[in-house]
Each structure stands twice: as C-alpha cells, then as structure tokens.
C-alpha cells in the first residue's frame, strides 16, 4: 500500500495525467460550437479525465488522498470550461461575469471520489437577473446532460449568510467553498463576509450542532466502529467523522491542514503532535484508498463495504494471506484499526479545539482526600487527572480515573480521555503488579463494567495492559454470523452478564438470570467471559489455546490458581454446552449422561450456562430466540439433575412405561379402550420423545382421523414459550416422506428447527416439526398456517414439483455469496447408544433440507430426529439415523456411500473419505 508523505497528501495538488486542460479549445472558437457539438466534445473529455484516472490509479497504486486531489484537480478545469462556454452561448459580454462560481462540500476541499456528486455555488453580489440565471440554467443543463451528479445552490452574498445561519449543513458547505471560475472580486467579497459572520456566531453553536448531527449519524450508520460491514464515509470511525473533526478545526482557526495545528507557535498553542497528524494523515488516505477501490469495483457511489466487496478490495489493495490469516482478515483488521485511531483522533482533537476556542474549564478542587490522594480533580462536573499529576510516573493513576468514575456515578471529562489516549503506553508497566491487577479486576467485575472495559479498549489501555488483548483488536470473523470483530463481541458479551445481574433479562434468560445470584465463581466467570475468544485469529481449535492462554494470564491478573482453572476449563468448554443443545438429542439419555460426565459439578454447570447466554447474545441481535433458549434450559435441568443425583437414568423399559402411564393419566377423560388403543400404536422411541400434553394432542389428531379416514391430517399449534409452531403430520408412511414434507415447509416459508419422525405400529407416520419464520419467531398467522397445510397436501399428493417451487423462494443477498462454507460431513456412532448420528455442514439455502434428507431414504436410511441450526450462512443439521432394519450402520463401505450421497447433495463431489 502507498502511504503518500505528508507534505504530498495535503498539499494542492499539481494536474500529472496527462489529459489536463487539453480537449476543450473548441469551446474557445469564434463562434462557439452549437450546443450538440459542444456536449459531444464535453463527453469526451470527461471520459478521458474518468478512464485516465482509474487507469493510473490501478497502475501506479495510488494512495486514495492523492488520486482524490488528482480527481478534483481535473474536473476544475473540465467545471470552468463549462461556466466560460455557458457564459459565451447565453449571450453575457466577453470577460464579465455575473457571478463567481465555487466548489463546496468534499469537492470545495479539493478532494473528489469517482461517482461523488459535486457540489456547486453560484454566488452574486446581488440576487441574479434573468441573463445571469440563463447563464447557471445553461451550465447545469449540460453537466446534467454529461451524467454528472450536481448538488447546486444560487444565493447572493447576504442570502448566504441567512441561510448559514439558519441551517448549519449550510453553513459546515460553505465553510468548504473553494474558487472555480467567474467573478473573483465578488468570491473574495463573500469569503471575507462570511469569515465576519463565523466570528460573530462564534464556535459553540457549530460545535454543537455538528456533535448532534455526528450523533444521528451514528445511530442511522451503526454506533460502533466495528461493524463487520462497515459504512467508509458515514459510519463511526469513517470519513465523515475525520471531515467533522476538520471543520471544528477550520471554523475555529481557520486551518486548512491537521499539520497546522502541530507545534507551539501554531494555533490553539500546539493541539496535535507530529505524530498524531500523521495518524490523521494516514487515516484520510486509508480510507480514501479504500473508498476509491468501493467505487471502481461497483460503478457506483457504494459507501458500504459488505461481504462480498471486503476480498475484492482487499485484493486490489494487495492484502494477501499471511500465516494464519487470510488477505480479506488482514484487510479487515486494518480498516477497523483506522477506525479505532479515527475515533482516538476525535477524542484527542474535539475538547482541545473547544477548551483553546472557547477557555478552559474551571477546575473544582477534589471534593475530599481520597479523590485527591488518587491524583483526580473535576471540571465541569467530570472527572479528569489533577492537573500536576504524572500519569507517566504513576500510570496506575489511569485505573483509578476508571473505577472512581463508576464508583462515583461521573462521566470522565473529554480532557480525561484526551489524557489516557496520549498516556496508554505506559499501561505496560502495569502488567504483572498487585495493585495494578486488583483495580483491573474491579473494573472487569464490577458495575457496569463493559462500559469502562469499551473505554480502556478505546483509549488503547486494555491492549498495553494485556498484550494477549492486543491480538484481538479488530480482529474480524469472514461469515454472516457474527455482527462484531472478535474484541468487540468481548465486551458485548461483559455487557450481557452486567445485564444478567441487574435483572434485565429475566423474561428473555430466566434461568441464567436466577443462576447469576447462586454463582461461588463470579471472578471466574467474568475472567472467562473476557478470554473466551482470547485465541481467535491464532490457527488452530481457539477454544484449546484459549485455555492455555487463560492458565498463563489469569496468575497475572491476580487470580488464584483455584480460578485460572476454573477460567481455563470454561475458555475450552465454552462452546459445549451451546453445540450440545443444538446439535444433538437431548432426549436422548446418553447425551445428558455425556455432558455431565465433562462438566461433574453443578457450579461449573451453572457457570457454563450463563457463559453460553451470555457469548450467544453478545453474537448479534438475531442470533438468540426463544427455540434455542428453551433447549439450553431443558439441557440445563436434565443434567443438573443427574449432577444433583436426583435421576440414574433407569432402564429404557422403566422410562417408557412412566411415558404410557403419564399419557393415559393426560386422556384420562376418554374411554378406557380408546386408551389402551393409543398406546398400543406407539414403539418405545415415541413414548420417550415426548411429555404428556403433547401424547395427549397425538391422541386426539389420530381419533379424528381415523373417525374421518382422511389419508392426511395436518394439525399446527403455536407455542409462544418457545418461539416456534408445531406442525404434525399423521398419514401412511412411505420411504422420502419427511424429505417431502421438508421441501412443503420451505416452500412455505418455515424454517425447521427440529423434527421427530416416528413410524406406528399400525405403519402410519406420525412426524412432527418445530418451525420458525425467517425472523426466528412462531408462525401464528392464521393464512401463513393454513398455507402451510396445503402446502404439505400438495406435496405428498404429487400435486406439486417440490424442487421447481423451491427455486422460486427468495435466496440469500448476492453479497453475502462471497462468505464460503466448506461442505462436511460427519458420522459419529459414539455420540447415541441406538442411532448413528450424522452431522451436516453446508451453504443455508431454501430446501437444504429436503435434499439431504431425500439422499438420506435414497440410501435406505430412516431418520429418527433431525436438529437444525444455521449461523448466518452456515447451515448444520444432524439426524439421529438407523437402517432398514432398525440398527445403527456400521458397515464402512455404507458410511462411505452414505457420505457421498450427502456431500453430493449439499452440491458438491465427494472427497476421498479421511
């Protein structure tokens, strides 16, 4: 990547392309061109101008900052040829102008990108007459002809000014005006009249108006500057936000460079040091490189850096794989770190700006001795560093800031968080002593700590404070699963366990909100929530190192060997309980037995709970429902019980007879024989599958429809505690049925979640499903479940091409399809003492479903239960299987064809088996 100097970065820039003012002495003849001929001649020279700059732009590598200045460069000249022909054809005399014409906004600062609009001002002495307003009509027209985006405005001198003072995005444009062409005298008229008004509104209403906007924007563009898909100009830590930080620099002392404001004798008294103008330096062409790329690779005005973009450019950019990491992360990585430097920057510049523009603040002494004696003051009612205190002696000092601050219920003044950015690096000193880690650990475990965690990380602390931190800083996951980089999702997730204990999640977690009140490992669990994902981004099973790292970090922090491994088993075991819950049978008695064989206490069980809870929803917004809520407190309940010795799991005929007679106490209120016939009906696989209310439910489904003879009978009911529909199907059982009913579903807009496919005794299919929509919600309209049976009808009853209509159903986004998903699958015959398992990894896509379970009856296999998850693109669906005859498949020339077959359906050819 080109870094350009910083002298070459901010200063004008001289046209070097070659196709410069040349091209457009045509529209100097005598007479001028008619108007065709003109448009013709202007499209030319704007297609050499467009091609010739991403031509050298690709060629020479250009650093983004300079090929912007390059951009605008050329396209004043292009601008001004226009005005001076407009001029010549409307008839104004030769060397008068009614006007002057200046470039505002990003093109006023001399700065272009490919597809921006540009912004122009035509600005007079006086209101424009009738030639004068044929003259801006005529321009406009042919730039518009040209395709050229304008954003235009035509005011006189005291118009500008009223208008300025009404409307501060007005006023932030015309801060940027630059020259073009026209009428200088009346330019420089307007430039001295405006600089008169700016000082007498003084800063404090545009600062404060460009903070509101900032905010807006924030929340419309995403509030934090990690964002796996980040917006380049709008988002935090963007390009909007380094121009924000310029203006309320130019309005306050009228800079046009960030290096003005270096050195004693410069504005302000020396508000940036040379390195952190060179930051700012690095960060504007940084992102200008990358918004250049976004512009050439889409055509378009494309601000957003999705998916599908982020290896492209990182490509073109020349990020390629290095060690562990692939191109598209390293690319990632160091556009999130620009961000976090961006928003430093902000935190640095504004409240030097407003404290050397409008005074400083009055300090208040300590309000007692132990604020004092902890080297801390307050201005303006917020706390900051007492001025004679030296961070750089006692860099403790920066821990105690922290926990006064939540102690105390105070905001840190911006002069405070100015302070911490520019004394991080002396955090280093911190690691390993006594004091140091106990302040920390008070931070991390106490109120409202993910707060404080986001602004030591912010200022740069955590990172010099935990080394091991540092690697984690901005770095990304490539998928469609996690929203956050992986340090951000940290903190997320301190904040779910900050929200646990102050009982916000009740409703939501209920029993990880009880359980947080019975925790003996509370530091632990905090500690383990902060290094869960310490090792992402290091090769290799995260969770396995993660836990040798927590073993050679937790000492440092002050933890006892008691807790560094209690934390390092939850760092290795943190994803058992979750990929237990949703990827095996937890009816299933080998699979509570397997569980509560690793875990053997019910505190780790309970710290392993609310861990899980706590790192799903910190995942993003969409990725926690109540479906899988309800099977983490199933899961939890069953194994606690066997860890409380409170069930021994009987023998499988003891179980199954407690299952009849629990159901015949449920139909109770029917004739006995009716009783007695419906537990006839069912194999002791159906009877340990499900609770009472539900037998009670089959019981009347398959009385009416055998009072009926209807061939098929569809019934859906709503569980609203546990977010999903149950649809149970009762016909004549047959091979490739639930893969039929599968493809119904799809097309039907419902996504399993679960399944149990049971055959009667009397060789009708009783299989029931738990769907979810597209939202993770319940389907509850009335039409969406009727369309739903019908869906079903149809499909069995050869009334409708499944795969046809499954074409038709809305795929994923076209910029999600660059995130790949290796195809897997895995066949364990451990994991259930009476099935064989198979666990499938592929693409998510509309009636995955369906195909692999049609290659699964297409090799003789009946499917007992299915369990299905995706996280984001990544679909995984495991069935609990059996052979024909009832047993597990052992054979390995079966397994091997069985795997084929799956692999081949999830649209890809089968690898040579492992």
């Given at each position: 990547m080109n870094t350009a100097a910083l002298g070459e970065a901010e200063a004008p820039f001289a046209p070097q392309i070659g196709f410069g003012g040349a091209g457009l002495e045509g529209l100097a003849a005598s007479p001028p061109p008619a108007r065709d001929e003109a448009l013709a001649l202007l499209r030319r020279h704007l297609s050499r101008i467009q091609g010739g700059m991403q031509e050298r732009f690709e060629r020479?590598?250009?650093?983004?900052?300079v090929a912007a200045r390059a951009l605008a460069a050329e396209m004043d000249g292009l601008i001004a040829g226009i005005l001076r022909y407009s001029l010549v054809a409307t008839g104004v005399p030769a060397g008068s102008s009614p006007f002057a014409l200046a470039a505002t906004g990003g093109y006023g600062r001399g700065t272009l990108a490919p597809y921006s609009d540009i912004d122009l001002l035509f600005v007079s002495d006086a209101p424009l007459e009738a030639q004068g307003r044929r003259a801006v009509e005529f321009m406009l027209y042919l730039l518009w002809d040209l395709?050229?985006?304008?954003?235009?405005?035509t005011r006189s001198v005291a118009e500008c000014l009223v208008d300025a003072r009404a409307d501060t995005t007005v006023q932030t444009a015309l801060l940027d005006a630059r020259f073009l062409e026209g009428d200088q005298a009346v330019y420089e008229r307007f430039h001295e009249a405006y600089a008169a008004a700016r000082a007498e509104w003084g800063l404090a209403q545009f600062l404060h108006a460009k903070q509101i906007e900032r905010g807006l924007r924030h929340a419309r563009y995403g509030d934090s500057p990690y964002l796996v898909e980040p917006h380049i100009k709008e988002g935090r830590g963007g390009l909007r936000d380094l121009q924000t930080m310029y203006w309320i620099a130019r309005y306050a002392f009228d800079v046009e460079k960030?290096?003005?404001?270096?050195g004693p004798d410069s504005p302000g008294g020396g508000l940036l040091t040379a390195q952190e103008a060179r930051a700012f330096r690095r960060a504007w062409s940084f992102l200008w490189t990358v918004r250049f790329h976004l512009h050439y690779v889409t055509g378009r005005a494309e601000e957003r850096l999705t998916f599908d973009l982020q290896p492209v450019v990182g490509a073109r950019m020349g990020y390629t794989r290095h060690g562990k990491q692939d191109g598209v992360e390293r690319f990632m990585k160091h556009l999130f770190l620009t961000a976090r430097e961006v928003v430093r920057l902000k935190r640095l510049l504004e409240p030097a700006v407003e404290r050397a523009a409008l005074g400083m603040p009055a300090l208040q002494p300590a309000p007692d001795s132990a604020m004092k004696r902890d080297g801390l003051t307050l201005a303006d009612g917020k706390i900051l560093f007492a001025p004679s205190h030296d961070i750089a002696a006692d860099p403790a000092v920066m821990l105690r800031l922290v926990r006064t601050a939540r102690d105390r219920g105070l905001e840190i003044h911006p002069l405070g968080l100015r302070a911490l950015i520019r004394n991080a690096r002396y955090a280093a000193r911190l690691r390993g002593q006594?004091?140091?880690?106990?302040?920390?650990?008070d931070i991390l475990t106490g109120k409202n700590s993910a707060h404080w965690l986001r602004a030591l990380n912010?200022?740069?602390?955590?990172?010099?404070?935990?080394?091991?931190?540092a690697r984690i800083v901005g770095l990304m996951q490539f998928d469609t699963y996690h929203v956050f980089t992986v340090e951000e999702h940290t903190i997320e997730a301190v904040g779910v366990m900050n929200a646990l204990e102050r009982g916000e999640l009740d409703t939501i977690a209920p029993v990880a909100s009880e359980l947080v009140g019975q925790l003996q490992s509370r530091r632990a669990l905090y500690a383990a929530i902060l290094l869960h994902d310490i090792a992402k981004g290091r090769g290799g099973d995260h969770s396995e190192l993660g836990a040798g790292i927590a073993q050679e970090l937790c000492p440092r922090l002050g933890l006892s060997p008691e807790e560094t491994e209690t934390v390092s088993w939850l760092v290795l075991n943190h994803l058992l309980v979750s990929q237990t819950a949703f990827k095996r049978d937890i009816d299933d008695p080998k699979t509570i037995l397997d569980l509560a064989e690793v875990v053997q206490?019910?505190?780790?069980?309970?710290?392993?709970?609310?861990?899980?809870?706590?790192?799903?929803?910190?995942v993003g917004p969409k990725v926690w429902n109540g479906w899988k809520a309800t099977l983490l407190r199933e899961l939890y309940w069953r194994v606690a019980e066997v860890l409380a010795g409170g069930l021994s799991v009987p023998e499988r005929d003891v179980r199954v007879a407690r299952a009849k007679e629990a159901a015949a106490a449920a139909l109770s209120f029917r004739p006995a024989a009716e009783v007695e016939r419906f537990l006839s009906l069912g194999y002791p696989g159906y009877w340990l599958s499900f609770d009472p209310e539900t037998h009670a439910r089959h019981a009347a489904l398959i009385r009416d429809s055998e009072s009926t003879g209807a061939p098929l009978t569809v019934r859906t009911e709503v569980l609203e505690d546990r977010a999903v529909t149950e649809v149970t199907v009762h016909t004549a059982d047959h091979p490739g049925l639930f893969s039929q009913i599968a493809g119904a579903l799809a097309v039907g807009g419902a996504s399993i979640v679960d399944a149990r496919i049971h055959t009667m005794t009397n060789g009708m299919a009783l299989d029931t499903f738990w769907v979810q929509d597209a939202g993770g919600g319940a389907l509850d309209a009335p039409h969406r479940l009727a369309r739903l049976s019908v869906m079903i009808e149809q499909a069995l009853?050869?009334?409708?091409?499944?795969?046809?209509?499954?074409k038709k159903v809305k795929r994923e986004p076209a910029r999600l399809r660059a995130v790949t998903v290796p195809p897997r699958v895995v066949i364990d015959n451990h994991a259930s003492n009476t099935h064989t398992v198979v666990e499938v990894n592929g693409r998510d896509r509309p009636g995955l479903l369906h195909d692999v379970t049609a290659a699964l009856s297409a090799q003789g296999v009946q499917i007992a239960s299915a369990h299905v998850t995706t996280y984001g693109v990544r679909a995984v669906d495991v069935f609990y299987v059996k052979d024909l005859f009832g047993l597990k498949i052992e054979n390995e020339r079966k397994?091997?064809?069985?795997?084929?077959a799956v692999l081949a359906a999830l649209g890809t050819e089968a690898a040579p088996a492992a």
């Open positions: 020479e590598s250009l650093a983004g900052l395709g050229v985006k304008v954003g235009h405005a960030m290096w003005q404001l270096v006594e004091a140091a880690s106990t302040l920390f650990l912010e200022a740069g602390v955590l990172s010099r404070l935990v080394p091991e931190w206490s019910p505190e780790r069980l309970r710290l392993l709970l609310v861990l899980t809870v706590c790192d799903m929803r910190a009853s050869g009334r409708m091409r499944i795969n046809d209509e499954i397994l091997e064809g069985l795997r084929r």
